[in-house]
Every structure is written in structure tokens, then in C-alpha cells.
């Protein structure tokens, strides 16, 4: 059974920071990409970062300089460090790994107040 679980949202203040952990089981972590998605009310969702099986990052627009996502295969753990949030950042995180099947986590909220 393939499990990813977010944890780490919360509400913040604007220029404030939060990381966000995604813990997976059930496939060989290693080999796999990894993704941050995120969506707001009414919004498309949106892919934030993306970090390859060999440690190859990639950014929204919106979030380069802000956004750092990294891992650690021993945990089989990827994470997300958010840093200067603002409003707009405000959304529901997902975490996403796509092998023989696309599978998303349950998601966690991330809110950031003015």
C-alpha cells in the first residue's frame, strides 16, 4: 500500500516561514521524483517544486528564492521549506510521486495572514 503523508502546515504571519514533511511508504523511495503541488479555493492546482531521484530541483515562478525542496532518502522523506510566505502562498499543500500510478497525499493547509 503507497502512503504519503503531509505534515507541517499551519497558520503564519506574512514573512514568516514553515516546512512542511512528506513521509512515504510503500514504494522504493530512491528512485522516484518527487513534487509539491498546491491549491487554493477556486484555484487550478498548481505544481510548486519538483526534486529529481538524483537531487535535480525545479520552482514555480512564484515561489523561486522563497521555496527550497530536498530530501532524505534514509527517511524516505521529502520536504518543503517555505521561507518570506505570503498571502497569496496560502493554499493546500499535496505531495506527488508519480510511478506505474499517479498517487497524492491527503494534503495540508497552509495559511498565511497580512
Known amino acids: 500500500q503507497v502512503q504519503l503523508v503531509e505534515s507541517g502546515g499551519g497558520l503564519v504571519q506574512a514573512g514568516g516561514s514553515l516546512r512542511l514533511s512528506c513521509a512515504v511508504s510503500?514504494?522504493?523511495?530512491?528512485?522516484?521524483?518527487m513534487h509539491w503541488y498546491r491549491q487554493a479555493p477556486g484555484k487550478q492546482r498548481e505544481l510548486v517544486a519538483s526534486i529529481t531521484s538524483g537531487g535535480r530541483e525545479n520552482y514555480g515562478d512564484s515561489v523561486k528564492g522563497r521555496f527550497t525542496i530536498s530530501r532524505d532518502n534514509d527517511k524516505n522523506t521529502v520536504y518543503l521549506q517555505m521561507n518570506s510566505l505570503q498571502p497569496e502562498d496560502t493554499a493546500v499543500y499535496y505531495c506527488?510521486?508519480?510511478?506505474?500510478?499517479?498517487?497524492w497525499g491527503q494534503g495540508t493547509q497552509v495559511t498565511v495572514s497580512s
Open positions: 510503500g514504494i522504493i523511495f530512491k528512485v522516484n521524483d
Open positions: 506527488h510521486v508519480r510511478t506505474w500510478r499517479q498517487y
